[in-house]
């Protein structure tokens, strides 16, 4: 998932270990992709453009490249900027995030690991990332399948997060990305997840 939403970090702080789907086929219009983030015109939707991911033929989503022709590290950047930039936390951990976008990985699911690795660490979560070996329609028993529970097209399933001060507007947005805890609670973000 791209700059994940809230939702999986609670369901990851819950789990002994996360593993992700490394064979799985690219799934469009899903968080694989993309992010929410709070501006002040309301939610903002931020798209990563990808090669061939409108293809009627199934990618897998190890081989899924980013598309760099389009300038979208800007526009997510400004977009994150004008959203978080007088956040009392944006200084603190905005740095890490550019350096992030700044190694342009040539594919999706690299960049992905990065974040995910990166807000891991920023939270101080320990459980072991391990990836998956081949892709299974149904996962053992004892693995909670997030793969499509968090849909930006299915309602938010981090409703049970506890609300926070949000940069912008009086009522809590529940559906997004991690980005928008950190920025806003700091260390202390990881206190709204439990």
């Not at 899924?64 to 800007?74: M, P, V």
């Not at 936390?89 to 594919?107: A, G, I």
């Not at 609300?163 to 202390?188: C, H, M, N, R, W």
Request: proline fraction near 8%; include cysteine.
């Amino acid at each position: 998932m791209y700059n994940p939403p809230v939702a999986f970090f609670w369901h990851a702080i819950r789990s002994e270990s996360i593993q992700l789907e490394a064979h799985e086929n690219y799934v469009k219009q899903s968080y694989r992709n993309r992010c929410h983030v709070l501006t002040a015109h309301g939610v903002q939707p931020l798209s990563i453009p990808v090669l061939r991911g409108n293809s009627k033929i199934k990618i897998p989503i190890q081989e899924i490249e980013i598309d760099y022709s389009q300038k979208w590290q800007l526009v997510h950047w400004r977009t994150i900027q004008a959203a978080y930039g007088r956040a009392p936390y944006f200084e603190f951990y905005s740095d890490y995030l550019q350096e992030v976008y700044e190694r342009q990985p040539k594919f999706l699911f690299e960049l992905n690991v990065d974040l995910l690795k990166l807000y891991l660490k920023l939270l101080k979560l320990n459980q072991p990332l391990n990836y998956t070996d081949e892709y299974r329609i149904q996962p053992p028993e004892n693995v909670l399948d997030l793969r499509n529970r968090i849909h930006p097209k299915i309602y938010p399933d981090n409703l049970h997060v506890i609300p926070y001060t949000q940069v912008f507007g009086k009522q809590f947005v529940p559906e997004l990305s991690i980005i928008d805890l950190l920025f806003t609670q700091g260390p202390a973000s990881i206190s709204f997840l439990q």
